[in-house]
């Protein structure tokens, strides 16, 4: 089993920036990619970024050049960095884990409003 704990979520006025975290434990062996989703109110669930094993990386088209999804290894920690929030990025952000043995883990997730 993995378990994911987000942290980083809060009110940012447009324009302005964000990094949440996501600490990764247990059957760490077992994650082949790392993802953030969001689910904006009334919309479904979307992927935000992710990032593989081996370090490639995928951003929806909403959020290329203004979000950075990374990790830190020793750590165990995957991280997405938000630059230029626009109020349509207010959403609760979940990180995801996807793997072997069918491994696909959510965390509790963190919200993130963009507002004025």
């Known amino acids: 089993q993995v378990q994911l704990v987000e942290s980083g979520g809060g009110l940012v006025q447009p324009g302005g920036s964000l990094r949440l975290s996501c600490v990764v434990s247990?059957?760490?062996?077992?994650?082949?990619?790392m993802g953030w989703y969001r689910r904006a109110p009334g919309d479904q669930r979307e992927l935000v970024a992710s990032i593989s094993s081996g370090g490639s990386t995928n951003y929806a088209d909403s959020v290329k050049g203004r979000f950075t999804i990374s990790r830190d290894n020793a750590k165990n920690t995957v991280y997405l960095q938000m630059n230029s929030l626009r109020p349509e990025d207010t959403a609760v952000y979940y990180c995801n884990a996807k793997g072997i043995f069918g491994l696909d883990a959510w965390g509790q997730g963190t919200l993130v409003t963009v507002s004025s």
């Open positions: 247990g059957s760490i062996f077992s994650i082949k990619t």
